[in-house]
């Protein structure tokens, strides 16, 4: 019965995925569907139409028992396409549409007569054996000849192709092309094997073959067609855990095999919990014993039932599993079972709950009068002390604890309320006293955490890059002079004067550069009586001399907007008798670039901090409260703090703190400043992949001028007075991580 129920069901699916959607404005549809039960083994099915309803053309098929009407020209127009009835002849109704007609397919569980009558705008369907006049299944057999070619059911129907392709995500798709539409179709699982049986179907002799598709890497193995009799018998060979789905599409009928994903085999164990070999029970008023009896008979599993296991039970059940099946019968008469091994016993839920309960009790009776052993467990790569406080709630100063004394020392279950164990760190042992299964379960616990965690290489690199750029052009200007003057003073000597100037940053005053000499004539000073011929009071005689003055052409700068540090230099003069005028233009221009990259590496264990530092302390004075000073350090230091964490799938989270500081500013006598690089962050990495952390990206233009008032601003011109200054720098700063998982092999080595 399952087999033709799953051949209803497939039938029902008959050209859901290849409907094909017109344009077509329906003059009728089915807007409603009802049943009704009556008496005597007959049911009704309603079913409302928009308009009139046509004349249906109906047939009938015998094995499996099923009732076909189809509306020609009428749309569904229902919400749902599968109905289950609960009517004891009838297991399903299903209504398809396609782009020619709507078919009402009633799956029963065998042949009955039937009639159609037309209420207004709603068709009666009445299913049962009725003594009235209804038609009978012989006289729709005789009707059915005789309306065949009218309904377009040809008993010749032929298969004309079978082929076979890989589709989507590994599926395999087999393709049957049919000669007619209405050609009826069964499908079933049996075992690996799917089976399709074409009613009434010729299978030419080019497609009676197997064809061997295993190559083709889907679950389907081979697809091998024969004809039997009057039926054309196609069986689809697959391996593997896989699912399928049959459609038809016009005249193709395809089935699709596709493979299934872990998760999807897991769901649907989840949905079947059952896997035990199917069997079929049909009693009424049967004993319970005597049920649990053929079950165990069907399993070869020893039974044991106790003697308050009693009742009658009616039950049904047609290829279910038999561990569904016991489940079943156990839940209706409250009962329980428990397995061991291949004996079965099966007594009251609550008869049961009492039974574990007592024996719960005994054992508890037998661990406290069980004998104490003293055991020895040495712990290889933990720590022994953080192993016990894993088990422990409270430990006194000696490390000791005991499993439920009066001092307060217990632990949380994993030794006994008589168990104690003391903690030598010194060998890193546990000493422990208990009973010989507390101290063996507590060996298979350590044997499960006492393991070498994993290693982690984590390797950062900083990069710090440095472009400058310097432009600096200036102007700097000279000038000197000497003038004689008439009737001036040198002195106290009346007579003529030379007059001399230049031009420095300071101001038009002598200098004590370049030396030149002024003579005078004795007509042109007075005499005195003075050794050095200057002008005095007495009479020295005719005598020359001289008057140093200074025109230093380096001191000699009228305006000075030359560049500080020049790279080059380029210098014009003019000079005459009594004046000198220069002029030099000055140039700067630099550029540079530097790279600094910083590669720190540290090795730890999975979830262990490590710290790596690299750098200078520096020490400074630091007043204290009573006024003294000490003296205090501060640390400018490349540093590389990482906290990994190993995940399942072999990837790494890390706790990060990158840093890499230099000394800023020190202020004489106080506090240096430090100028800091550093990133703090969590990062989730693949083994061996490298992340880019951060970067800062700075970048400093300056542009600036100085010049002479009014002269600076002199188009053209103005360039001569004026010193231009161009400065860019730029810095950019790039911080890579890249965590590596040391393989335990090489450690081993």
């Keep these: 019965m399952i087999s033709r129920l799953k051949r209803c069901l497939y039938l029902s699916l008959l050209a859901v995925s290849g409907l094909l959607v017109g344009s077509t404005i329906w003059a009728t549809e089915v807007t409603d569907i009802d049943f009704a039960s009556l008496p005597g083994d007959q049911f009704e099915i309603t079913l409302g139409f928009s308009g009139e309803p046509p004349e249906p053309k109906a047939y009938e098929i015998a094995t499996p028992a099923r009732l076909v009407l189809d509306f020609p020209g009428v749309q569904s127009a229902l919400d749902k396409k599968k109905y289950t009835l609960s009517f004891e002849n009838a297991r399903n109704a299903v209504v398809v549409s396609d782009g020619a007609r709507t078919r009402l397919i009633l799956n029963l569980v065998e ?15 009445r299913v049962g054996s009725d003594k009235g006049a209804r038609r009978k299944s012989s006289d729709l057999v005789a009707e059915l000849s ?39 179709v069964d499908i079933d699982k049996v075992g690996k094997k799917i089976r399709l049986e074409f009613y009434q179907t010729e299978l030419p002799e080019q497609l009676d073959r197997r064809l061997d598709v295993v190559d083709f890497a889907t679950p389907v193995e081979a697809i091998d067609s024969v004809q039997d009799g009057s039926t054309t018998v196609v069986v689809i060979e697959a391996g593997g855990q896989y699912d399928y789905l049959a459609y038809q599409a016009d005249s193709q009928y395809i089935v699709s ?90 007594a009251p839920a609550a008869e049961i709950a009492e039974q574990e309960r007592l024996q719960v009790e005994a054992n508890k009776q037998l661990q406290e009068l069980a004998p104490l052993e003293t055991a020895f467990v040495r712990i290889k790569y933990a720590d022994a002390a953080e192993i016990f406080e894993l088990f422990t709630v409270k430990t006194d100063q000696g490390g000791q604890s005991g499993g439920g004394q009066s001092d307060g020392n217990a632990t949380n279950s994993i030794l006994s309320e008589r168990g104690s164990a003391i903690v030598d760190e010194r060998t890193n042992t546990i000493i422990l006293t208990d009973t010989e299964d507390k101290i063996n379960e507590f060996k298979r616990l350590i044997d499960e955490i006492d393991v070498p965690i994993k290693q982690v290489l984590i390797e950062a690199r900083i990069v710090i890059a440095n472009t400058d750029f310097k432009k600096e052009l200036g102007v700097t200007w000279g000038l000197a002079g000497l003038d004689k003057l008439a009737g001036g003073q040198i002195g106290s000597a009346s007579g003529d004067r030379s007059l001399g100037f230049s031009g420095r940053r300071s101001g038009l005053t002598p200098g004590a550069g370049v030396i030149d000499t002024f003579t005078y004539s004795a007509d042109e000073i007075e005499r005195d009586d003075g050794a050095d011929g200057i002008a005095g009071t007495g009479d020295d005689g005719p005598t020359l001399f001289t008057q140093n003055y200074d025109f230093g052409l380096g001191d000699s700068l009228a305006v000075d907007l030359g560049v500080a540090n020049p790279t080059g230099s380029f210098s014009l003069g003019y000079l005459t008798d009594n004046f000198l005028i220069d002029l030099e233009l000055s140039a700067l221009e630099s550029d540079g670039y530097g790279e600094i990259v910083s590669q720190p590496k540290v090795l730890t264990g999975d979830k262990q901090q490590a710290t790596i530092k690299s750098g200078t302390e520096i020490a400074y004075e630091k007043e204290t409260s009573s006024g003294a000073t000490s003296v205090e350090f501060k640390e400018a230091v490349l540093q590389l703090q990482v906290t990994p964490q190993i995940t399942p799938d072999n990837r790494i989270i890390m706790d990060l703190l990158v840093s890499q500081d230099s000394v800023g500013t020190i202020i004489s006598g106080g506090e240096p400043s430090i100028d800091v690089t550093r ?36 188009p053209y011109l103005g360039k001569l007075f004026r010193n231009d200054l161009r400065n860019i720098e730029k810095r950019e700063i790039l911080i890579f991580i890249t965590p590596k998982i040391i393989d335990d092999n090489l450690l081993d080595r």
């Design 111 to 125: 042949p009955v007569p039937f009639d159609t009558r037309v209420e207004g705008n709603s068709l009666v369907l």
């Design 146 to 184: 005789s309306t065949a070619v009218e309904s377009g059911i040809d008993a010749d129907f032929a298969l004309t192709g079978i082929d076979f392709k890989r589709g989507p995500e590994g599926a395999g798709l087999i393709t049957i092309d049919l000669s007619d539409p209405a050609v009826n």
């Design 257 to 346: 095999v596709k493979p299934l994903t872990d998760l999807e085999l897991e769901a649907q164990n989840k949905k079947f919990d059952f896997s035990g070999e199917r069997l079929s029970l049909n009693f009424q008023d049967i004993e319970v014993r005597s049920v649990l009896q053929i079950i165990a008979d069907f399993t070869s599993l020893n039974l044991v039932a106790s003697d308050t296991v009693t009742g009658s039970i009616t039950l049904r059940l047609d290829k279910v599993p038999w561990d569904q099946a016991l489940e079943i019968v156990l839940k209706a008469k409250g009962l329980d079972k428990r397995q061991e091994g291949n004996v079965l016993m099966v």
């Design 679 to 714: 990133i703090e962050t969590q990062a989730l990495v693949g083994d061996g992949q490298t992340l880019v952390l951060g970067g800062i990206f700075q970048t400093e233009e300056v542009n600036g001028t100085e010049k002479v008032p009014f002269l600076g601003d002199i």
